[in-house]
């Protein structure tokens, strides 16, 4: 039962989400917004929205170490297997207008987001300081888009695709209410049922959180560039990492520690918290020198996320420092 409760939780979760952002991104149209700010405030918190509901549930739950480790091991998960595995299928190019700029942005959240852990916890102080460079982030990308008109039309062109549905203004709130109550019910049945799993196997929630749940809510990411690399645009790949990971720092895990402190397994800060920095580092070299990620690059990178995926089930250091925490 628990199983089922987790595919149908990540089922729910990325049907709920899509359903979601489209709703939303309507009514923002049909509020005036402009389509520049909707991709970047909207469809942003949207696609995002399904870690965020799943991080606030775990700490609702009792589970909070769920909501840390989903955060750190969706990161690794984008920034190695989302680029990774398109890769294998065709190059992914790192050329896009001012990616080098994202990434500075997303390493300089990585490392507050790993200073903040340093006390060993994430609470309303912390949660706080991420949200304002959340509101910083978004301030500073919506003017630099209008002073970068190529950058501009790019993001316009990502919001053809979502202009064109929902059409009438009672199925847009169908889809936004829909989504809401999907995403609510969704990431309820996938923290529930990871808890019974971690129960009944004696796995610590926060390697839960870092492997099953991580993966689930990555999905979308995953699927969006795979389908991208075989209809030849694998380019959005670094985009969609960078704009994902930056996303569940600041905003992932300034909400969640609002509804109760989140405390930081100490494996976090020995192992967990530098692979997530290690793997971010890795694609500096490819947008310093706008090369793309080739199929070799691709092969290493999802070798790396196997590797540390062995060593996380290996770990049984980990599993005895950690507890479960139920």
Known sequence: MAYLQVVAGIVLLVVAGDFLVRGSVSLAMRAGISKLVIGLTIVAFGTSAPEMLVGVDAVLQGAPTLAIGNVVGSNIAN????????????????????????????????????ALSMDGKFAYMEGAILLVGLALFLGYSVMARKACPVEAAAQMAEM??????PDGYGVALLCLFGGL????????????GSVQIATEFGIPEAVIGLTLVALGTSLPE???????????HSDVAIGNVIGS??????????????FGT?????????????????????????VKIRKQVGRLGGIMMVALYIGYLVYLAHSTESAAVMGLTL
């Open 160 to 165: 053809e695709e979502l202009d064109r549905k």
């Open 245 to 258: 990971n930056i996303f569940n720092i600041l905003a992932i895990m300034g909400v969640a520690p609002l």
């Open 222 to 232: 995953l699927v969006t560039c795979v389908m991208a690399a075989i209809r030849g």
């Open 79 to 114: 920034a190695l297997l989302v680029v990774g595995v398109p890769a294998l299928l065709a190059p992914v190019a790192c050329c896009a207008p001012k990616v080098g700029r994202n990434l500075a942005m997303m390493l300089i959240a990585t490392a507050l987001f790993i």
């Open 262 to 286: 989140i405390p930081v397994p100490e494996t976090f800060l020995e192992v967990d918290l530098w692979v997530m920095l290690g793997s971010s580092l890795l694609l500096i070299p490819f």
């Open 181 to 192: 109550a999907g995403l609510a019910i969704g990431a309820d049945l996938l923290v529930i």
